[in-house]
T-cell receptor
Framework: GAVVSQHPSWVICKSGTSVKIECRSL??????MFWYRQFPKQSLMLMAT?????????EQGVEKDKFLINHASLTLSTLTVTSAHPEDSSFYIC???????????FGDGTRLSIL | GENVEQHPSTLSVQEGDSAVIKCTYS??????FPWYKQELGKRPQLIID?????GEKKDQRIAVTLNKTAKHFSLHITETQPEDSAVYFC????????????FGGGTRVLVKP
């Protein structure tokens, strides 16, 4: 149980393109989803916290207009990287927080490469 | 906000030896401390966690200890095996286990056969 599906797993696109990443909780309802970014050989850095039906809370230094987060339902959150540039190339991972003091469950991540 | 420091950044051990990774945190309100194992290009996998009302927790070859007073917690892996080679992250959060996590910098563990 508690499976988080993230799609796509790998994206390669040209600079200036906008890219959407989906994060779905398959067998549970996730009231909270988190988006992390991980550069090579570095740790996971929280970008934002999204709650269903409300605006995402962004961490300091993360541009909300560049990284658009939508959490329209209890099973789906999306991250859109707008006008992506090579410096946005990274591993993006979502996770879902369950109720009842359960640990977060992570998606498989999306490797984004901007040429 | 919370800051989590993790040491060492790399750790090389002989198969069968023990490995210890240490983390310190800054926010005394933190009360949930998970440890994750991440293999290259894959998701972090929860291997063990501890809450602030417990000082130690063990699961087979893996154990975690927590010192709330000193604000540090450690991961102990005994009888290491080559498949233990990975990057390990500690993390801390406040409140429920599903709340946002602050991660340490990671430790790259290499178990040499």
């Amino acid at each position: 149980g508690a499976v988080v599906s993230q799609h796509p797993s790998w994206v390669i696109c040209k600079s200036g393109t906008s890219v959407k990443i989906e994060c779905r909780s398959l067998d549970f309802q996730a009231t909270t989803m988190f988006w992390y970014r991980q550069f090579p050989k570095q740790s996971l850095m929280l970008m934002a916290t999204s709650n269903e039906g409300s605006k995402a809370t962004y961490e300091q230094g993360v541009e909300k207009d560049k990284f658009l987060i939508n959490h329209a339902s209890l099973t789906l959150s999306t991250l859109t990287v707008t006008s992506a540039h090579p410096e946005d190339s990274s591993f993006y991972i979502c996770s879902a927080g369950l109720q009842g003091n359960q640990p977060q469950h992570f998606g498989d991540g999306t490797r984004l490469s901007i040429l | 906000g919370e800051n989590v420091e993790q040491h060492p950044s790399t750790l090389s051990v002989q198969e069968g030896d023990s490995a210890v990774i240490k983390c310190t945190y800054s926010d005394s309100a933190s009360n949930y401390f998970p440890w994750y194992k991440q293999e290259l290009g894959k998701r972090p996998q929860l291997i063990i966690d501890i809450r602030s009302n417990v000082g130690e927790k063990k699961d087979q070859r893996i154990a975690v200890t927590l010192n709330k007073t000193a604000k540090h917690f450690s991961l102990h892996i005994t009888e290491t095996q080559p498949e233990d080679s990975a990057v390990y992250f500690c993390a801390a959060s406040i409140g429920a286990a599903g709340n946002k996590l602050t991660f340490g910098g990671g430790t790259r563990v290499l178990v040499k056969p």
